[in-house]
């Protein structure tokens, strides 16, 4: 008999990994939604504390950091960041509104505004640099060339 020829029923074995490999990616997708659902309903349940504030922060993130960079997307990420540093000013939280800067700062640099992305990242430095934490100020410059080296990339490319 020879070997080169197989029953009609056996699966090759690339199909069998393109299956694989699409249901797990249909899976990680599925994934994302649901996490997705499950922080907009917590953020209908909480008050307007800091944990609310977090809660807008992760929603902003899962905009900001998409696969796809949709203006849709960059658009919904900057509504969630400035709905929790609204939230972190009036509850007075240096800490959150500090994050949201951050936010505020990458997602500018996202939309290619990329002098509204460094007034952020200024306001952080100047934070910083009040509070004299070296380290800090090292992982903020560090972000900050990341991020300046990325605006000089062509980004109405890559925004959609």
């Known amino acids: ?31 994302q939604v649901d996490n997705w659902v499950r922080l907009l309903g917590m953020l209908r349940e909480t008050t307007p504390d800091t944990n609310q504030v977090k809660l807008l922060i992760e929603l902003a993130k899962h905009y900001l950091f998409k696969p796809d960079e949709l203006q849709v997307d960059l658009d919904s990420a900057l509504y969630f ?26 997602c500018h640099f996202e939309k ?26 090292a992982a903020a410059y560090f972000n900050i060339s990341r991020w300046m080296f990325r605006s000089n990339e062509t980004n109405d490319v890559r925004i959609r």
């Open 1 to 31: 008999m020879n070997n080169h020829h197989l029953p009609h029923t056996a699966l090759p074995q690339w199909i069998f990994c393109a299956l694989l490999f699409l249901s797990t990616l249909l899976a990680v997708q599925a994934q």
């Open 81 to 106: 960041v400035r709905k929790a540093h609204q939230l972190s000013e009036s509850l007075g939280s240096e800490k959150w509104m500090e994050e949201c800067d951050w936010l505020l700062a990458l």
């Open 112 to 137: 290619n505004e990329v002098d509204q992305g460094r007034a952020f990242f200024q306001q952080v430095v100047q934070k910083i640099q009040q509070r004299n934490d070296k380290r800090e100020m």
